[in-house]
């Protein structure tokens, strides 16, 4: 089975700051990576999918790279709505999916 | 509007059974996989099972498998999980989630609000 891991499990920061959370799946993955955004009692928010491709109505201060096993996503101007749990999920194995354990960005 | 959303949730005892549902509205069901995610109170998420559009492919998570069942009625554009022998760790809000695709490829482009299901003495 396909792990997926993040770094770090949270971090703090200030709205303008530049954030970029880092997710390794435990074999190759090619570009089947997507991450979600999650707040305090809603559901997750699908960003960006296939490691770099902006979803329709997602701000363009959200980006990803990476392929292969190491990916990022970046937040490249922090805003108040921003502070939220970030989850990676594959989307190699499937019907099988994994998501990463997420990282949380809270306020500094 | 595309909405996905969950009922059936509720409180029961180990060992028995629940059923949830899923109403989809807004897209054309039947041409998309769906998906159940859940999620343990305070804890990260956790894909649980997937469909194809026609039930054709069908995954669940080590966790789940043999005792959770999942599946559609297109006609109601309704997507259900079957729970059996449920155990105190599957205590989670469950949430119904759609593919961008017909066979399960992910993402999951919109999700419900989640229903609770607790398992417990």
């Known amino acids: 089975d396909i792990q997926m891991t993040q770094s770090p499990s949270s971090l703090s920061a200030s709205v303008g700051d530049r954030v970029t959370i880092t997710c390794r799946a435990s074999?190759?993955?090619?570009?089947?990576l997507n991450w979600y955004q999650q707040k305090p009692g809603k559901a997750p928010k699908l960003l960006i999918y296939?490691?770099?491709s902006l979803q329709s109505g997602v701000p363009s201060r959200f980006s990803g790279s990476g392929s292969g096993t190491d990916f990022t996503l970046t937040i490249s101007s922090l805003h108040p709505e921003d502070f939220a749990t970030y989850y990676c999920?594959?989307?190699?194995?499937?019907?099988?999916?994994?998501f990463g354990p997420g990282t949380k960005v809270d306020l500094k | 509007e595309v909405q996905v959303v969950e009922s059936g949730g509720g409180s029961v005892q180990p060992g028995r059974s629940l059923r949830l549902s899923c109403v989809a509205s807004g897209f054309i069901f039947e041409d998309h996989a769906m998906h159940w995610v859940r999620q343990a109170p305070g804890k990260g998420l956790e894909w649980v099972s997937s469909?194809?559009?026609?039930?054709?492919?069908?995954g669940y998570a080590d966790s789940v498998k043999g005792r959770f069942t999942i599946s559609r009625d297109n006609a109601k554009s309704s997507l259900y999980l079957q729970m059996d022998s449920l155990r105190a760790d599957d205590t989670a809000f469950y949430y119904c989630?759609?593919?961008?695709?017909?066979?399960?490829?992910?993402?999951?482009?919109?999700w419900g609000q989640g229903t609770l299901v607790t398992v417990s003495s």
């Open positions: 999920q594959q989307s190699y194995s499937t019907p099988i999916f994994t």
């Open positions: 469909i194809s559009w026609n039930g054709g492919s069908i």
């Open positions: 989630a759609k593919d961008m695709s017909s066979t399960p490829l992910g993402p999951f482009d919109y």
């Open positions: 074999q190759t993955i090619g570009s089947y």
């Open positions: 296939a490691a770099i």
